[in-house]
């Protein structure tokens, strides 16, 4: 067996039915335990985020407002995986992969509003000012065996900057030099400097400017590719209900009271790739979340826990009823194999909108994959810190900026495997740390709800003052 081998195989059963176990369990387990208040609150927490009070800092500590805070957040969530990752899931597991990745983003919501809330709960200064905070230290800080604690700390922060320079960084920049080779024929080498050259400008200015630069090209990237989908289902609005039907029927497909076969592997592919899209669980959206101005952790909590939603239940829902309703998924290449990955969703984007939908396909790869680079530069960063000082973070910018160069011009099956490890391997420690730290949670969000019932109260108000 060659080394690309192994690893490949490693990959395979690291990400097997324990790992998908781990982490669809520890979500329900927190659901339960926090009495579904993530569930309850979605509805609130969604109009905080899009109302004016997230763009401003809401009082206490923090560097930049709710609101940048989560679009770094989402910098680093929303990437590959809501293109490539949602086709290779309906190629893998059938159209049922679908709805099983809407009920990882189900549970998913609490683990990240768990995960975020501690974060911020257990964040601190550091010799430089910046709030710096996340998985690392809250096992340091909040686990009554500190041994226990400093070696989960130190497992997560090492896997944490080996899974940001490469799947965070080598892997995203690889996936922007094939779009752009494909749809605009720019060499490789062009596109590697062009990219790092980009990133190191906006890392240098620490999480101010990432936060920043991510608060534009998050939204305007959303909304453009989300424009775009919803002319392709526009123009197979006859053949949704059937696809959404067909889902459904797929995701359980009950035999004599079991699931079948094709159900469990619907249900395998829908959860791993859906994980892998909204990383609930994994501990990288609650370094950033860390960094937010707010007056209470479980507000942050709610705040950042709106990525799922947005991550998950918006953007990979019409990717996936893109491909299912347009009828392309089975479509043979040239090879007699299924087309596959991005050439799937762009195959589906171009039934109605010709080759125009291939380029939006190809420029939502490239805005994606950008602003993933930039979100896990800062996860990577705060780890590399943890781990060697402050001192060390221009090393580490340096090392990031030359990864995406690398990235950008090499062959990365190897890398993308190694990857794959390395993200289950650093959500092992967190989800480890959330079972412990579950009933901290769970205070913190019960005593947060006096507030959301003042807000609710007021709001209603409002609305009767308005309409007399």
């Known amino acids: 067996m060659t080394v690309s081998e192994w690893i490949a195989y490693v990959d395979q059963r690291v990400w097997g039915p324990g790992m998908l176990v781990l982490l669809m369990g520890t979500g329900v387990f927190l659901t339960l335990r926090t009495r579904f208040l993530p569930w309850r609150n979605l509805g609130w927490a969604l109009k905080s985020v899009l109302g004016r009070d997230s763009r401003a800092k ?24 809501n293109i490539v990752g949602v086709a290779t899931a309906l190629v893998a597991g059938g159209p049922g992969a679908l709805v099983w990745m809407e009920i990882s983003a189900l549970f998913g919501l609490s683990s990240k509003c768990a995960e975020c809330l501690l974060a911020v709960k257990y964040r601190q200064r550091d010799a430089g000012g910046e709030m710096r905070g996340g998985p690392m230290y809250t096992m340091c800080a909040a686990l009554r065996w500190k041994r226990l604690g400093g070696a989960l700390a130190f497992l997560f922060a090492l896997f944490t900057v080996l899974a940001s320079l490469g799947m965070g960084d080598m892997a995203q920049a690889n996936s922007i030099a094939g779009a752009l ?26 999480i101010r400017r990432i936060a920043g630069v991510c608060s534009v090209v998050v939204p305007l990237m959303a909304v453009l590719y989300l424009l775009a989908g919803t002319a392709v289902l526009l123009g197979h609005l006859s053949a949704l209900p059937g696809a959404v039907a067909e889902m459904f029927r797929l995701a359980f497909s009950p035999a004599a009271g079991t699931m079948t076969a094709s159900a469990l592997n619907a249900a395998r592919w829908g959860i791993a790739r859906g994980c892998f ?19 209470s952790p479980a507000r942050q909590g709610y705040v950042n826990m709106t990525g799922v939603f947005f991550d998950t239940t918006v953007i990979c829902t019409v990717t996936g009823l893109c491909i299912c ?53 800062f996860c990577g960063e705060t780890a590399f810190a943890f781990l060697f000082g402050r001192r060390a973070i221009p090393l580490y910018r340096i090392l990031f900026a030359l990864a995406a160069f690398l990235g950008a011009t090499q ?26 730290l579950s009933g901290t949670a769970a205070r913190e969000l019960e005593a947060f709800q006096p507030e959301i019932r003042r807000g609710r109260r007021l709001r209603q108000r409002r609305a009767v003052r308005r309409a007399l």
């Open 277 to 295: 899209s909204h990383e609930a669980g994994m501990g990288s959206a609650a370094i950033p979340a860390a960094s937010a101005a707010t007056d």
């Open 411 to 436: 062959s990365l099956e190897v890398v993308w495997n190694l990857s794959d490890i390395f993200n289950a391997l650093m959500a092992v420690p967190n989800l480890i740390s959330l079972l412990l």
């Open 58 to 81: 809401a009082g206490g500590a923090g560097d930049v407002s709710p609101f940048s805070a989560l679009m770094t957040t989402l910098a680093a969530t929303i990437g590959t995986g």
């Open 181 to 206: 080779a494909d749809s605009f024929s720019v060499p490789a080498r062009t596109t590697g400097v062009a990219v790092a050259l980009l990133a190191l400008v906006v890392i240098l200015g620490g």
């Open 325 to 377: 309703a347009s009828g392309v998924l089975g479509t043979a290449d040239a090879s007699g194999g299924q087309v596959n990955g991005v050439a799937l969703t762009a195959l589906a984007f171009k039934t109605v909108l010709g080759p125009l939908g291939g380029l939006l396909v190809s420029l939502g790869i490239v805005l994606f994959a950008f602003s993933t680079i930039l979100g896990w530069e």
